[in-house]
């Protein structure tokens, strides 16, 4: 059984930042590309950032510059730091990763809130 836990989220000011992570656990054989996206209130889930085995990284046009995703493949961890945050920001922000358990399958994490308010 896999599992993705997110952890970081939470209240933080405009201009503020934040660090979300998100640990992968069971019985992993290896880990293909792992991502962030989020889904806001009223809205569809988006596409924040991706980021490939070997650390290729892709950004939405609206955090790029502001957010960096990294991950430590040692630790099946991948981290979201997110720097000059906005309220439009504010979001349930979810893990996601393709991994190989002798198939691949994609794993979504249960999401963790962030939400951006003075």
């Known amino acids: 059984q896999v599992q993705l836990v997110e952890s970081g989220g939470g209240l933080v000011q405009p201009g503020g930042s934040l660090r979300l992570s998100c640990a992968a656990s069971g019985s992993i054989f290896s880990i293909n590309d792992m991502g962030w996206y989020r889904q806001a209130p009223g809205k569809e889930r988006e596409l924040v950032a991706t980021?490939?085995?070997?650390?290729?990284?892709n950004y939405a046009d609206s955090v790029k510059g502001r957010f960096a995703i990294s991950r430590d493949n040692a630790m099946n961890t991948v981290y979201l730091q997110m720097n000059s945050l906005k309220p439009e920001d504010t979001a349930v922000y979810f893990c996601?990763?393709?991994?190989?358990?002798?198939?691949?399958?994609?794993?979504w994490g249960k999401g963790t809130p962030v939400t951006v308010s003075s």
């Open positions: 996601n990763a393709d991994i190989y358990i002798g198939y691949r399958k994609t794993y």
């Open positions: 980021i490939t085995r070997g650390g290729s990284t």
